[in-house]
């Protein structure tokens, strides 16, 4: 096999996988092995950028960067639906449609509404070359980049596909992708995000298509446009549609009345909550196309079709007692305490109240009746009160102004929604909090040590930060509940290993407020060593790509307290690693130091993201408008004639992908 083939062979093998596994959820081989040919794919396409294919695999990692979304019209208007409420709404539609198409028999598609972001693909000879969002129906955002590190969403078609279409979708994220998101960012201390169908509308827009990527979005479609499809049913739509890659729900019924379509969604809205996605409705679609031509459209949404709203879920339940909790960065979360009550197939005993400012809004307290309602959010909310139903001696809740966990007062910071108990080196749920955050996968990976014994070290006063981790001894931890030699060995050994940990995940363990997994990066790069960073000030941190003050003024603030310093002296004395490494370093240099690249276009050797990285590398910075401070412009293939233009008027010289390597090599 030569090397095209190769290629080619692995580009098909990967693509079968993916499409088992996002597609089919039916995976075949483990992450390791498909993270292992991943690798070699891209190694062969990184020394041999003459076999490039704008629908390889490798590119769903993402790694293109939009400024600005282009704006283009869709082919084929994208309409809204007309929403019904009841059987009744529904016959009525029924009654309109037979009076349009006469006596005839009209069959119905009943399929979910999947609630999240509409998206219109483009395909042409099976290959995707268009992601478009819904806007105003008419013409919306450009989001291809984006849409194409979807794992789901198929770059090339198989089977019997016609040669150009527009195929329709919705692009969601599951409720376990949405809640496994947010416990990383809560980790990260972060806010968390309110839904799941927000958040994938939002990533849409994201600049950074590496970080679209890292996000478990799927796309389920439900409709094609186009010219000469040759199909005569939207059942036949859904079939063909899966036929050729594409990931469409199974849970669609063929109905051949009212009456059956009522089945459904009676079903349906029981069961919605048996899904991994989130659905508001029942979509019910005439099934013949030639009908629906005849039908239709209104100005604004097709007679052929009809939402079936849910009605939201609620119980009604008392709120026994509302409790406060601690997070790991001192965050009060205010937490309704119910009479147990069933919703939504499950049993509901804690409700979210989100912050004081919810609490005085609703003004829902101790003893009230409330109405408990499951929406996107995963922990139920309480919306409302019944008044009726509230004693006459019932006083307004005093939200506390003391940590429930250590008695130190409370603090508000202007514009902040939350409160905050400050005392961070003595509160307890915040000391195990920032070991456990210490220790967590992504952060130091400590094998043989889990959250619950970090409260059982601490409880039994063995730890009292993550440096105390590096002192314990097997004859400390022995005699502790549930402690075997062979765990006690582990636990040890387990930290001892830590120390090679490399030092961007050092210091995102050390759980600065705002430095997750990407800014640790950033500021390892930019520091390379502990001691820089300890001692830069808020202006050197702020130059800093992508740092701004609200991360500045975290960092500064973190290493002005001298226990954190202690902390971190200690750590370095154990020979944890505290500077980039000399391979890291290595791939450095200052030959571009001063000077301000603005790239763009397509190149032939190298990706665009790998070129910046270059750029920063060899200590240039990158910059993504051109002004007069612009050094060079980098130009690739297919550069707009704008940035030309203005590169020209301004006098910036205007380099190739060769020219800028050449630099390098000096
Ligand atoms: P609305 O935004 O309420 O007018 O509802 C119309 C939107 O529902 C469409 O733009 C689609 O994005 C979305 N939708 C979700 N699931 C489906 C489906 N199965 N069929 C058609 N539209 C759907
Ligand atoms: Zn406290």
Redesign the pocket.
Known sequence: MNIQEKITSLREELREHNYKYYVLDEPSISDYEFDMKLKELQKLEVEHPEFYDATSPSLRVGGMVTKNFETVAHEHR?Y??D?SYSKEDLEDWEKRIQRILGDVEVEFTC?????GA?ISLTYEDGRLVKAVT?GDGFQGDDVTNNIKTIKSVPLQLKGDYPPKFDI?G?IILTLEGFAKMNAERVEAGEDPYMNPRNTASGSLKLQDSSLVAQRPLECLL??ITGDNLGIASQFEVLDKARSWGFKVPTVAKLCKSTAEVMQFTDYWEVHRHDLPYETDGV?V?VNSIQQQEELGYTAK?PRW?M?YKFKAEQAITTLNKITYQVGRTGAITPVANLEPVLLAGTTVKRASLHNADQIAKLDVREGDTVFVEKGGEIIPKIVGVDFTKRDMDSNPTAYITHCPECGTELIRKEGEAQHFCPNDVGCPPQITGRIQHFISRKAMDIEGLGGETVELLFKEGLIENYADLYTLTKEQILPLERMAEKSAENLVNGVSASKAIPFERVLFALGIRYVGETVAKKLAKAFKDIDALMTASQEQLVIVDEIGDRIAESVVGFFSEPSNIEVVERLKSYGLQFSLSQEQLENQTDLLKGQTFVVSGVFETISRNDLKKMIEDNGGKVSSSISSKTSFLVAGDKMGPSKRTKAETLGVPIISEQDFLQKLEA
């Open positions: 994208m809204s639906l929403n399929e979910l509404k999947y609630d509409s819904r329709r919705e439900y409709s979509v679609k949404s079709a939402a």
